[in-house]
């Protein structure tokens, strides 16, 4: 049986109000013909399927395009389920009919599933079903899988408080311990004749994450140790982090396939793909990595000599469409004239940092000796955003900078 993997699309997103919407069509178009050329049986997208809870019209339509095309009418298994970006409604409103195809729209993690009530030849079908898990039979290859399905597990969408402590150890202790017991409680159902698998949104410790994963955790708290993902599964199949990896501790091999694009300069050096494995009842799984090409790369430059060296970059390397992220050592600030000259020369400038010797002297003095993170925090945001913070950004700063230090020095 073979399976792809692919996770956090985020339809919709835009990169400082640039759309990316043409990147994306590409993209998806690019996951189905992998599909397709992998003859794969059964595809799993681990959650974060658009960017808000209300995207626009045309990421709707791109989503309902795309598991169309991977479900090749029917006959291979498609199953979605919603991040912490997704509103589960949306996200499971097509069932009734998606279902028809072999498509699977799972949204909330009490969503209570049912098994096909007509079988039809040559067709994937729920052969059985409940909360939280479905068993597929892929008639390309007649075989079964059985598949846990846990969609962004939070307190709000699960209908339960973890703990009622407000310390984030405890928070996390609680919140790891429950999704042990939620995979526990699932051991039972699982069997010897088919290929297990599980599949979930979650920041589990050890990963590497970048800028572009909006936490909505506070220091950590809804994180989960390694040690609680089930161990009697071949594979488990991971969204939220967008960097495509392996996690380690885990009782079974899981990874995370991380976004099909690049979403922030931070992630401007990640290799974008999805991940490929082909199962048996039993077997090893041993996945493999199937490069994605589609969207404008992300580019963060430093140009020591300044616009005359970042003129050479354009004239040499710089032809081609991307997104940028540039940072000039001039002499001196630079005009708006000057800058609005700059913008000209690539259409896909996003961040121009200028970086005067004063301002370099500054910044080092700062960085070696000073012990007030307020003024480091300054001038860390007049450097990255170019313009002073205001008063309440400083405070909400200090505020988040205090309950850091707390949570460490409670750790120690």
Sequence with gaps: MKILHTADWHLG???????????QIKVMDEICQIADEE?????LIAGDIYQTVNPPAWAENLFYETIHRLSDYGKRGVIVISGNHDQPERIKAANP??????????????DQLQPSIFTRDGQVIVKDAGIGWLQLNLPKKNESAMVSVLPYPSESRIK?????????KEIRKAYSEFIGKWYTAQESLFKKDTVNLAMSHLFVQGGSASDS???????????????????????????????????KGTPSLTRYAGSPLAYSFSEANHKKSVTILDLKPGGTAEPYEIPLRSGNPLIAKDFVNGIIEFETWIEEDGKNPAWLDITLHVPHPLSMEEITRIRKMHDGIIHIRVLTPELEEALNTITTNSKDPAELFHKFYQFKVGAEPNREVVQLFLELFQQQEEEMGDEE
């Design 13 to 23: 997103k835009s990169i400082e109000g640039r759309e990316r919407q043409e990147e």
């Design 39 to 43: 003859q794969i049986d059964l595809v």
């Design 97 to 110: 009919l998606a279902d028809k195809q072999g498509i699977y729209l799972v949204g909330m993690p009490t």
């Design 160 to 168: 339960q408080l973890f703990t009622q402590s407000y310390d984030s």
């Design 213 to 247: 994963e909006i936490e909505i955790q506070v220091g950590g708290a809804y994180t989960v140790e390694p040690n609680h993902l089930p161990s009697y599964v071949q594979y488990v199949a991971l969204g939220h982090l967008h960097r495509p990896q392996a996690v």
